[in-house]
């Protein structure tokens, strides 16, 4: 089986813009893959490439082994998106909305009329079938963009910050069904601002910057590539921090409390602590923090601009004017329900 995802030196020129730069990344079936990445990064660049929205400048790009622009209809047939952006026709019952984008996949209309029901059902909004978009609370819209996105059943589910501006009750529910699907067999491509979204949920995660890629790995892994804080507290602290060996990268002094910085705690905790008893001191409290997933992404993408919890869709607006006219054209046909 190929892989849900493959890209290879993927790149996408929005005139001097460098919005994807080479991105070559792989997704294996049955993942859950999380994009991670400052705003601007390039995360929705990269799906809207993938579900046919963006036109690639150059580069391949693979949705189990179809390629996006010639075998577009098979690899968008595979996918099921639920985009950043609310884009749903306003005038229908939200249970017509669902069916029809299943009829533009190509299921017929009884089936596709049950399909609705069932992803209503499974997002929690069965009861709202007949009401309009409109009607709808904040909540309940990323709820029904799942469902669409579920509607076609498909073998990728792209997820798009969907917990961007939920309450705690429904970030959870989300999480508890999106992770549901995935035990299925339905890959997941989550991008979040989120990062304890993604250590929770994600098998794997590729953090983004300026449209390239700065790693790929498990969120255990990128922990472990920061480093730990191991903090004591002194019965009777000296007025400067004590000189210790190698192992402690950085070391700080404030009243009683030494903090020395060290690549694994809980390994180098009983060699601080002799040395501090070699050296006359008295401890009377040790603490070990682990560097948070979150401290190892800012660093990795360091930006002045960054923010690593934001909710809208920035950066768009700057890019708006500019957009080429193929863009446009490929976004008329998701509204639609077509792409
Ligand atoms: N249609 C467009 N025209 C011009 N520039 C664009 C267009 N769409 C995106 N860009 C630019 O491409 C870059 C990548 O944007 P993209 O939306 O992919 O980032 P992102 O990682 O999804 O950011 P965010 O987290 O803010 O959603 C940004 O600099 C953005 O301004």
Known sequence: ??????????????????????????????EFFGLLGPNGAGKTTFINTLVGLVRKSGGEARVFGHDVETDYQQARDAIGLAPQEFNVDRFFPIREVLAHKAGYHGIPQAEAERRADDALERVGIYDKRNERFDWLSGGMKRRLLLARALVTEPDLLILDEPTAGVDVQLRHDLWELVTELNEEGTTVLLTTHYIEEAERLCDRVAILNEGRKVTVATPDELTERGTDTIAVRLESPPATAPTLGEYAHETSLSEDRLEVRVDDGGSMAPRLLNDLEAAGYEIVDLEITRTSLEEIFVDLTDREDRTVTRSSASGREDGEEGRPEDDRETEKRETEGIA
């Open 1 to 30: 089986m190929p892989p849900a995802i493959e890209t290879r030196d993927l790149r996408k020129e929005y005139g001097e813009l460098q919005a994807l730069s080479g991105l070559s990344l792989t997704v294996e079936e049955g």
